[in-house]
């Protein structure tokens, strides 16, 4: 899954793209509101952690302009705890709200609700076929035994999981695997597919050429 942070306090936006990256997932990041719009009109993310105050373009506006074109999640991060702040971005567009300071757990406990609801998923885990996905501790079991998969096996695991049925393009699945440090030319997305495949099977993740991949079951 891939976050787009978008903070303009420079120790607090390295430490955020720190932990999620530590957590698992592909992070993207934004100085400002000028350049977290642009970065969320070209890609697409599961989540957006956008700071209220800062320069250039606010929050506010940036959410305002999102919401014409995409529905993307958001988590508004502010200082300011008034629940008339709360209610303007709620109202404006925003999926979630958290106040500064927080605690990392409950961002994180934020995220992944935000990526559950996203996908249609109400429960934090899912089951297919004897195959468990539990998105609360990105963990994958099999038959009730534990499978130990690396954060970028298990974030393609878990999009495909929350996408079960439907098949996702390799662009889409890259797009929301790979961040901007990643090289996005090169075959890692084939190594992690083949790998995944032999912790769990041929079977889990069904190919359809020329147009992606699937779980079916």
């Known amino acids: 899954m891939k976050v787009l942070v978008v903070e303009d306090e420079p120790r607090l936006r390295h430490n955020l793209v720190k932990a999620l990256r530590e957590e698992g997932y592909a992070v993207d990041a934004a100085e400002d509101g000028e350049e977290g719009l642009f970065k969320a009109d070209t890609y697409d993310y599961s989540v957006i952690i956008l700071d209220v105050m800062m320069p250039i373009m606010n929050g ?48 994180f406990a934020r995220v992944r609700s935000l990526i559950r609801r996203s996908g249609g998923q109400s429960q934090s885990s899912i ?32 999009y495909l999981a929350t996408h079960q049925g439907k098949v996702v ?27 995944i495949r032999k912790k769990l099977g041929k079977a889990f993740i069904a190919t359809r050429r020329g147009l992606g991949f699937c779980i079916e079951s």
């Open 60 to 107: 506010w506006e940036m959410l305002e302009r999102l919401r014409k074109k995409k529905s993307t999640p958001v988590l508004m991060l502010t200082a300011r705890d008034a629940s008339s702040d709360r209610v303007k971005g709620l109202d404006g567009g925003a999926d979630d709200y958290l106040v500064k300071p927080f605690d990392l757990p409950e961002l």
């Open 127 to 158: 089951q297919l076929g004897d195959v468990l996905v539990d998105t609360r501790v990105r963990q994958v079991s099999q038959a009730g035994e534990a499978v130990p998969l690396t954060a970028r096996e298990y974030g393609i695991v878990e």
């Open 169 to 195: 393009s390799r662009t889409e699945l890259s797009e929301h695997l790979f961040d901007e440090t990643d090289d996005s030319m090169s075959n890692l997305l084939d190594v992690h597919i083949v790998n």
